[in-house]
């Protein structure tokens, strides 16, 4: 990209809950951060990362949800949102769990992106689903979308019989996004593995970019301090590594938790049957308590059906795995 060129070539990822069109109606700006991960990959945490170095101490002017915005959901009016955006001085920084590919590419705005574990991120996602208030999320997005921009049916709900083995299994073997053109059917429940390592394999394809920035929950977890600095490098912001030290401190899991109507997404949207339980515990290896041994390799064989072994590597490790 040269100069302020904009890449708009997208696929289009719309469906009912979310619609990366929606991003057209935002004028991006020069200093621009956009965060994008799959579900359950250390979204929320990043957010918190960013802020605690955009406003360079623990206080935020309100919601961190309404400071960063999930832009492509589709449970607020667009035009709303955007006014929200337009309106502030500070440096933006945005939330989005559209891949790359369907994003508006802009060489002055800053992407970061998070990698997880997918077995992890799959067991997290199941947790949120149980805690999520399906029908209060139906009742915001039809009245924020007009019926007949609505896209896609309603994403289907576990039925009551099905069960945790059933979850996984389809998650294990479900299919990608389908290519441009073709109708898009929601994922079941917690999605798939295939959307995951669709969604990683697009940032790793663009891991050379001056302004494409991977971090990753394993990262954050075995030296938080160190991707703190190493974040506000990426953003061009000076930081110590002691200010970091005491940074980092209003971004543990029991920090966001006690404060989890500040830092929870949606919170002003009552979308959650608790806000504390949105941060649950985030381990790492959860998923060994839901895997059989059948399961784990079945997992392996299917990762290398989707991604090459160099991203996988980071997707499972992260930097120590593979350093993009």
Not at 61 to 81: H, Y
Not at 117 to 141: C, F, I, K, W, Y
Request: net charge negative.
């Amino acid at each position: 990209m040269n100069g302020n060129q904009l890449v708009s070539d997208r696929v289009l990822y719309r469906e009912l809950m979310t619609d990366n069109l929606r991003w057209d109606a935002l004028e991006l700006r020069d200093g621009d951060i956009i965060i994008s991960t799959p579900p359950k990959c250390g979204m929320t945490w990043t957010q918190r990362l960013v802020s605690l170095l955009i406003f360079d101490g623990p206080e935020l002017p309100g919601p961190l949800s309404t400071i960063s915005p999930w832009l492509d959901q589709t449970i607020r009016p667009i035009e709303e949102v955007v006014a929200t955006l337009d309106a502030q001085t500070h440096r933006r920084f945005i939330k989005t769990h559209t891949p790359l590919d369907g994003l508006i590419l802009d060489d002055r705005v800053t992407y970061i992106c998070v990698g997880r574990d997918p077995r992890d991120a799959a067991v997290s996602m199941l947790h949120q689903s149980t805690n999520m208030d399906r029908g209060r999320m139906r009742e915001l997005h039809e009245a924020a979308v007009p019926e007949a921009e609505r896209t896609g049916p309603p994403a289907p709900e576990p039925g009551p019989g099905r069960g945790v083995t059933e979850e996984f299994r389809h998650w294990l073997e479900g299919p990608a996004l389908p290519p441009p053109g073709v109708g898009f059917t929601p994922p079941k429940g917690i999605g798939t593995l295939a959307n995951v390592l669709h969604q990683f394999g697009k940032v790793w394809e663009r891991r050379h970019l001056p302004n494409v920035a991977l971090f990753h929950y394993a990262d954050y977890q075995a030296d938080l301090p160190g991707e703190l600095v190493r974040l506000a490098s990426v953003l061009g912001i000076r930081l110590t590594r002691e200010r970091a030290a005491e940074l980092a401190q209003h971004a543990s899991l029991g920090a966001m938790r006690s404060r989890a109507a500040q830092y929870a997404p949606n919170t002003t949207d009552g979308i959650w049957h608790s806000d504390e339980q949105f941060f649950r515990h985030g381990r790492s290896g959860e998923w060994q308590e839901y895997f059989t041994v059948d399961e784990y390799r079945r997992y392996n064989h299917r990762i290398n059906q989707l991604a090459r072994p160099d991203l996988l590597a980071w997707v499972h490790e992260g930097r120590a795995g593979c350093s993009p």
